[in-house]
């Protein structure tokens, strides 16, 4: 079973930066993709980015040249750095991780979430 733990929410002016961190815990027979969603209140969860094992990314448009995802293969954790904050960018951040158990079935997990808040 894994387990995944996000740390690094908080509240920040607009135009600041945070960092994010998930860790994944426990034993798979693989990690793959991992990333992070969002979901603020009243909309629907969202990608916000994600990272294969083998480093390739992908954004939500709406975060492009501000958010950078990294990843920690070694250590199964994942990174997302969001510099130049905007309000809009208020919302709950969950981790997400797909792999393959031991019994060779694949699964999903997701992480409590932390909360990102950004003022104006």
């Known amino acids: 079973q894994v387990q995944l733990v996000e740390s690094g929410g908080g509240s920040v002016q607009a135009g600041g930066s945070l960092r994010l961190s998930c860790r994944s815990s426990?034993?798979?027979?693989?990690?793959?993709?991992m990333g992070w969603y969002r979901q603020a209140p009243g909309k629907q969860r969202e990608l916000v980015a994600s990272?294969?094992?083998?480093?390739?990314?992908n954004y939500v448009d709406s975060v492009k040249g501000r958010f950078t995802i990294s990843r920690d293969n070694g250590k199964n954790t994942i990174n997302l750095q969001m510099n130049s904050l905007k309000p809009e960018d208020t919302a709950v951040y969950y981790c997400?991780?797909?792999?393959?158990?031991?019994?060779?079935?694949?699964?999903?997990?997701w992480g409590q979430g932390t909360q990102v808040i950004v003022s104006s």
């Open positions: 997400k991780a797909n792999g393959i158990d031991l019994r060779r079935r694949d699964f999903v997990t």
């Open positions: 990272i294969t094992r083998g480093g390739s990314t």
């Open positions: 426990g034993i798979a027979s693989s990690i793959g993709a």
